[in-house]
C-alpha cells in the first residue's frame, strides 16, 4: 500500500518514506495519518480520543486544556524485566541488560507486529529530540497505533515539521515501532537496536514503554551513540542558580525514583534566600557534550515533563502545582464527580467520594488508594514559571557542577565533594538507595543504581564508567562531584534534614564551592563544610550539632558499605576500569 496519501505525506525524505512504507506493509494499518504537529491537528486527535473514550475532557474551567487517561490494569509502570539491548554480541549490552541478539528480535517482533493494526490507524510521529538546530539535538519517527501516545509525545518532545527540517535529506533518524496489540504482559517487549538507531516497542501503552523519545532514544540508544560521537546523555535534571548580585551557576543531577528529582529541578528557595532564583533546564534528562571553550555544555532533550502525581503539592513543589494546571494529561489519578483530578498528597480536602484509577468508586473509607502510586502527568515545559530563558538555547548551557544523591537512611552524610574527577566518577558508580518495603527484597535493601542509569545504560555498564573517565580527557575545566543525601535518620527514626526548599542551602555550598566563595574541610570520603561556613540562618532550632550529626561519618557502617558495593563491581568485573579498583582501595585506606 502506498503511505503517501494526498494532502497527508508531508516529507520529501525518502529514506522515511520507504521506512514508513516498509513498516504499514509489516502491520497493515486501515489509515496512515502524517502528523504534522498543528494546533489545528491536537485539537482534532483530542476531541477524536475523548469521542473513543480513551481521554476524558476535565473541567476546563479548572484545568484549561487538561484531559485524564486511565490505562490498562496490567500497564501502569516501565517493565525492565520485559525491556531488552539486542547487539551483536551479549557482551556488549554487559550482565546488568536483558539481551537478544538482533537477528532472533527483529524475527520475533515482525511475528508480533504483522498485521497488529488492521482496523486502526497508523500514526507517523516525527519529532527532535532537543533544540531546533543545536548540533545535539537527534531526530526521530515513531510509528504508533495509539492517540494516547501521539498526543503524550507532542508535549514530550518538539514535534512535527521542523524534525523533517532539521532530518533534510538524511538518513540518520531514530526508527521507533509501537503497537499496542491487545496489551498483554505477556506479549510486552521493549527492544532496543543501539547499532541500527532503532526502537520496537509492543504490547504496551504505558508512557515510559512507548513515548519512544524519552527513556528509550534519549538514554539507552542515547548513552550508545554518546559513547560513540563524545558526548554523555544522562538521566539527570539541569537547573541554573542565580544569585542576588545576577551571578548564574548550572547544575546537573543524577537521583534514583523516589529521591526528589522533580522537586529539585523546580525548587524555591526559602524565605531567608531573598534575591535567589532557581531555573529548571530539565528534570529528568541531560545530553552533555564538551564546547569550545573547554566547559561541558548540557541541553535538556525533552519538551515536557513526565512526572509523579502522588505527593505533589504546594509544600512538595509548588512550580510544579502552577506547571500542571493547564494543557497537561493525567494518567491513572482519581476523577472526582465535577471534572476535577485528585491523588493522596494533593492540596486541599480529601474529596467525598470519586472513582479511583481503575474506574472503581472510592470513598476516604477505601482500603485501596485513589491514584495509582504511578501515576503521572505530562505537562510541557513551557507552562514552568522557572523555565530558564536558555532551555532552548541551541548551545545548551555550561555545567559548573554534577550531584549524585540516593535515599539512605544512614552511612551517607547531607553533603560531601569529590576529591577529583575520577574519584567522582566513583562516587556515581557507587551511588545507590533503599528500596520501600513493597520492593523485592524488602525495607532498607540497598539497590545500586550508577549515576541513576542501570536501567537505562545501552551497553555494557563497565565500558559505561570507561566513557566516563575518557570523558575528562575531551574536558579542559571539568564540573565538581558532590554527592547528596536528603534523608538520613536519627536513632528514633526522625530525619535529620528538613528537605524540599532547604536543599538550596546545601545546593548554595556546592555553588558557593565552584565559585571559590567557601571553604572545606578534608575528610575520609571528601570535601565536607565547616558547620561555621554552611548557611543555617532562619532554620528553626537547626544546631550546629545537628548539622554535625547530619554529616557525621561513621567507619563502621563504612566498612559495611564497601561489601555492599562489591556485588555490582563483581557483576561487571571484566569491564570494570582499573581506575575504580584503585578508587576503593584508598577509600579502605582511608577509612
Known amino acids: 500500500m502506498s503511505t503517501c496519501i494526498p494532502g497527508t505525506c508531508n516529507t520529501k525524505n525518502p529514506t522515511v518514506i520507504r521506512w514508513v ?12 495519518y502524517w502528523c504534522d504537529g498543528s494546533v489545528a491537528e491536537k485539537d482534532a486527535l483530542t476531541a477524536e480520543a475523548v469521542t473513543k473514550g480513551i481521554l476524558v475532557k476535565l473541567d476546563q474551567k479548572k484545568l484549561p486544556g487538561c484531559y485524564y487517561h486511565r490505562s490498562n490494569p496490567n500497564d501502569v ?15 556488549e549490552a554487559g550482565p546488568t541488560n536483558n539481551w537478544m541478539a538482533p537477528k532472533e528480535m527483529y524475527a520475533k517482533m515482525r511475528g508480533l507486529c504483522e498485521g497488529s493494526m488492521k482496523g486502526r490507524t497508523m500514526y507517523v510521529v516525527p519529532y527532535l529530540m532537543g533544540p531546533l538546530g543545536s548540533p545535539l539535538t537527534k531526530v526521530g519517527v515513531e510509528l504508533t497505533d495509539s492517540i494516547y501516545v501521539v498526543l503524550s509525545m507532542r508535549v514530550m518532545a518538539r514535534m512535527g515539521q521542523q524534525a523533517y527540517t532539521q532530518l533534510g535529506d538524511s538518513e540518520d533518524f531514530n526508527r521507533g515501532l509501537h503497537c499496542m496489540l491487545d496489551v498483554n504482559p505477556d506479549r510486552r517487549f521493549i527492544a532496543h537496536f543501539p547499532q541500527d538507531n532503532a526502537v520496537i516497542s509492543v504490547g504496551s501503552n504505558y508512557g ?9 532514544l534519549a538514554l539507552r540508544i542515547g548513552s550508545y551513540l554518546g559513547r560513540n560521537e563524545g558526548w554523555m546523555a544522562e538521566h539527570m535534571l539541569i537547573l541554573g542558580v542565580e544569585s542576588p548580585d545576577g551571578e548564574k ?22 524565605a531567608h534566600f531573598k534575591g535567589w532564583k532557581i531555573w529548571t533546564v530539565g528534570d529528568d534528562i541531560a545530553w552533555m557534550k564538551p564546547g569550545p571553550d573547554g566547559r561541558l555544555y548540557a541541553i535538556n532533550p525533552e519538551a515536557g515533563y513526565f512526572g509523579v502525581v502522588p505527593g505533589t503539592n504546594s509544600k512538595s513543589n509548588p512550580i510544579a502545582v502552577k506547571t500542571i494546571q493547564r494543557d497537561t494529561i493525567y494518567t491513572n489519578v482519581g476523577l472526582t464527580p465535577d471534572g476535577d483530578v485528585w491523588w493522596e498528597g494533593k492540596d486541599g480536602p480529601v474529596p467525598k467520594e470519586c472513582l479511583d484509577w481503575r474506574g472503581n468508586k472510592w470513598t476516604p473509607d477505601s482500603k485501596e488508594k485513589a491514584a495509582h502510586a504511578n501515576s503521572r502527568f505530562a505537562a510541557p515545559m ?5 523555565l530558564d530563558p536558555k532551555a532552548d538555547a541551541p548551545e545548551g548551557v555550561p555545567i559548573s557542577a554534577i550531584i549524585f544523591g540516593g535515599r539512605r537512611a544512614d552511612t551517607m552524610p547531607l553533603i560531601y565533594q569529590s576529591f577529583n574527577w575520577i574519584h567522582g566518577v566513583y562516587i556515581g558508580a557507587t551511588m545507590g538507595s533503599e528500596m520501600t518495603a513493597a520492593a ?9 543504581d550508577p549515576m541513576a542509569m542501570l536501567p537505562f545504560c545501552g551497553y555494557n555498564m563497565g565500558d559505561y564508567f570507561r566513557h566516563w573517565i575518557t570523558m575528562r580527557k575531551l574536558i579542559k575545566y571539568p564540573p565538581r562531584i558532590f554527592n547528596v543525601n536528603w534523608f538520613r535518620k536519627d536513632k528514633d527514626g526522625n530525619f535529620l534534614w528538613p528537605g524540599y526548599g532547604e536543599n538550596m542551602r546545601v ?12 571553604n572545606a574541610v578534608e575528610t575520609q570520603l571528601g570535601w565536607v563544610p565547616y558547620a561555621k561556613d554552611f548557611d543555617l540562618k532562619g532554620l528553626a532550632n537547626y544546631t550546629p550539632e545537628k548539622f554535625n550529626q547530619v554529616q557525621s561519618i561513621n567507619n563502621d557502617e563504612w566498612r559495611r558499605e564497601l561489601l555492599l558495593q562489591d556485588e555490582l563491581f563483581m557483576k561487571i568485573y571484566t569491564h570494570l576500569p582499573k581506575e575504580l579498583i584503585f578508587q576503593r582501595e584508598l577509600l579502605v585506606s582511608r577509612l
Open 77 to 91: 509502570a516501565r517493565v525492565e524485566q520485559c525491556t531488552y539491548i539486542c547487539t551483536p554480541i551479549q557482551e
Open 440 to 448: 523485592v527484597g524488602g525495607l532498607g535493601q540497598v539497590r545500586r
Open 21 to 32: 512504507e516498509a513498516q504499514a506493509k509489516l502491520c497493515q494499518p486501515d489509515h496512515i
Open 208 to 216: 515510559g514503554n512507548v513515548l519512544l523519545g524519552k527513556k528509550c
Open 382 to 386: 513551557a507552562n514552568n514559571p522557572s
Open 507 to 518: 545546593l548554595k555550598w556546592i555553588v558557593d564551592r565552584c565559585n571559590g566563595h567557601s
Open 249 to 270: 551557576t548550572y547544575v546537573a543531577a543524577a537521583f534514583p525514583s523516589a529521591c526528589g528529582k522533580t522537586n529539585f529541578a523546580m525548587l524555591v528557595p526559602p
